[in-house]
């Protein structure tokens, strides 16, 4: 089973909101990635956490703030976000995520997104 | 630095009618390679990768990679397209760790598939 649940699929939300972006998996991956993808276009690295620990970011705006409560669960808060903001949010998991001279072939995993419109 | 060139930017084939969609990277060492779809409004689904041994690889849905290294590419084939494959293909690579790396994914542009009767 390669799930990655994400909530909500859709959100729209004020420029002045506060709100979040909710991600679960249950593969015992031990890393977490968010990715941000607007229309016709690649997904774009955000944040990567590595054990619960946060690996990577990807000079991301402080209006970004992301959360890793434990092993299972990854969030995105969002708030004071802007128009050009909205976008579809994916979170990803892989067994691990690895630095340093070490062979790997990590296999990321994908959910099915949460579009963001900001208002 | 690596990259990823998808050279097609979209394609049109019939119903029935083989496919290939063309993917080449530039790389150091020998990369991870990867083919993800993604359906209009969907998030991305692994179709198939390649990380070492044989060179031809079988995904789902019933696709095939083949990893080329003379000519940097990884090309993904489909004997007999379906409507239902309609949608966005993405080829990624990832990295043969050095001291200095770390195992970030690098994506091409995407190639749009449109499937006509």
């Known amino acids: 089973d390669t799930e990655v649940t994400q909530t909500p699929k859709h959100l729209v939300m004020g420029m002045t909101n506060k709100k979040s972006l909710k991600c679960e998996q249950h593969?015992?991956?031990?890393?977490m990635y968010w990715y941000k993808q607007k229309a016709k276009k690649p997904p774009e690295l955000m944040f990567v956490?590595?054990?619960?620990?946060?690996?990577i970011n990807e000079s991301v705006p402080s209006r970004f703030s992301p959360e890793c409560p434990n092993s299972s669960l990854l969030n995105l808060h969002l708030h004071a976000l802007q128009p050009e903001d909205s976008a579809l949010y994916l979170c990803?998991?892989?067994?691990?995520?690895?630095?340093?001279?070490?062979?790997?072939?990590?296999?990321?995993?994908f959910g099915e997104g949460s579009w963001l419109t900001v208002v | 630095a690596q990259s990823v060139t998808q050279p097609d930017i979209h394609i049109t084939v019939s119903e029935g009618a083989s496919l290939e969609l063309r993917c080449n990277y530039s790389?150091?060492?020998?990369?991870?390679l990867f083919w993800y779809v993604q359906s209009p409004g969907q998030g991305l689904q692994l179709l198939l990768k390649?990380?070492?041994?044989?060179?031809l690889v079988q995904g789902i849905k019933g696709f095939e990679a083949e990893f080329k290294r003379s000519q940097s590419s990884f090309n993904l084939r489909k004997p007999s397209v379906h409507w239902s494959d309609a949608a966005e293909y993405f080829c990624?690579?990832?990295?043969?760790?050095?001291?200095?790396?770390?195992?970030?994914?690098?994506f091409g542009t995407g190639t749009r598939l449109t499937i006509i009767p």
């Open positions: 990803a998991s892989s067994q691990e995520f690895r630095t340093g001279a070490t062979r790997s072939g990590n296999t990321i995993y």
């Open positions: 593969m015992g991956h031990r890393a």
């Open positions: 956490y590595s054990y619960e620990k946060l690996s």
């Open positions: 790389y150091g060492a020998t990369p991870y």
């Open positions: 390649y990380f070492s041994g044989d060179t």
């Open positions: 990624a690579v990832g990295p043969y760790l050095s001291n200095f790396g770390n195992e970030k994914l690098t």
